[in-house]
C-alpha cells in the first residue's frame, strides 16, 4: 500500500493532524464493517469510568478466524506500515516537542520492538498496537493529550449507514494549557471550564474509510464529545498507536 501519495495535512503548525482518504480497499473495509467484533455489555459496565467506552485489543480471541479482521491485522502490524508512520513523521514529531531534550531524545534511530517494556537507550524504541473501540450513545472520551510515550495516534472509524453519526467524530482544542502528564479533565465542572476558556480548532468528521492521525506533544488536547444518536447507537473505530517503550 501507498500511504504517501494520499496524506493530507488539515493542521500542520504546532498541531500536527492528518488524513489519508480512502484507506483502505473499499470491499476489504466494508467487510471489516460488516465483521466488526461485537462487545459484551459486562465490558462496557467495567469501563463505565471512561465515559461509557470499551475496547478489545487486537489480539482478543477469534480474530485468526475471520478473514477479514486476519487482513487487516495484518496490514496494521507489517514492517511496511510501521516503516511509513514512523520515518514520514520522524522529524515533525521531534519538532513538536516542547522540551529540548526531549526533542534530541526523539531523534534518536527508531527501531521497532514488539514488547512495551523493552527499553531503548542508542535507538528509539516504538511499539505497535491497535484495538478496536466502541463507545455507546451519548458517550465521550474527556479532554487529554496522551501520554508522554505516545508516538502517533490513528483513527480509523466505522459510521453506523442506518443513523447520522457525521458528527461523533474527534474534537481537538487550541489551548495554552501544558498537560506534559497527561491529565484527563473528569471533572463535570472543570470539564465545562476548559470548553469554555478554550476553543474547537478542528473536529474530524465520523467519516467511512477515511484514516485520521495526529502526533502527541503537551498542547494536543482532544476529546470525543457526547452525542446522541439513539439509545442502542454504539461509536465503532479501530484506533492504531505507535509507542515509545521508554
Same mark, same amino acid.
Given at each position: ?5 494520499? &496524506? *493530507?495535512? &488539515? ?31 459486562? *465490558? ?22 475471520? *478473514? ?57 524504541? &516504538? ?101 446522541? &444518536? ?17
Amino acid at each position: 500500500m501507498n500511504f504517501s501519495k494520499n &496524506i *493530507k495535512f &488539515i493542521l500542520d503548525s504546532n498541531k500536527k493532524i492528518f488524513k489519508i482518504e480512502n484507506f483502505l480497499d473499499l470491499d476489504l473495509y466494508n467487510n471489516i464493517q460488516k465483521n466488526f467484533p461485537v462487545i459484551s455489555e459486562d *465490558k462496557f459496565k467495567l469501563e463505565a469510568d471512561y465515559g461509557g467506552k470499551a475496547v478489545l485489543l487486537s489480539d482478543f480471541p477469534g480474530i485468526q478466524n475471520n *478473514k477479514y479482521l486476519k487482513k487487516l491485522h495484518e496490514i496494521i502490524l507489517s514492517d511496511d506500515f510501521f516503516s511509513f508512520f514512523t520515518k514520514f513523521f520522524f522529524f515533525k514529531t521531534s519538532f513538536l516537542q516542547n522540551n529540548f531534550l526531549r526533542k534530541l531524545k526523539y531523534l534518536r534511530p527508531i527501531k521497532r520492538v514488539y514488547q512495551q517494556k523493552v527499553p531503548g537507550f542508542i535507538n528509539s524504541n &516504538i511499539f505497535l498496537d491497535y484495538q478496536y473501540s466502541f463507545i455507546k450513545n451519548n458517550g465521550q472520551i474527556v479532554p487529554h493529550v496522551d501520554a508522554l510515550r505516545k508516538y502517533q495516534s490513528l483513527m480509523l472509524y466505522f459510521p453506523d449507514p442506518n443513523v447520522d453519526d457525521h458528527g461523533y467524530g474527534t474534537t481537538f482544542w487550541e489551548s495554552e494549557v501544558k498537560n506534559w502528564d497527561n491529565r484527563h479533565i473528569q471533572n463535570d465542572e472543570q470539564r465545562e471550564n476548559f470548553k469554555q476558556k478554550n476553543k474547537i480548532i478542528y473536529q474530524t468528521p465520523f467519516k467511512a474509510n477515511c484514516l485520521y492521525g495526529f502526533l502527541r506533544n503537551d498542547f494536543s488536547w482532544h476529546s470525543v464529545e457526547p452525542k446522541n &444518536i439513539n439509545k442502542n447507537y454504539v461509536r465503532k473505530s479501530i484506533n492504531i498507536n505507535f509507542y515509545y517503550t521508554s
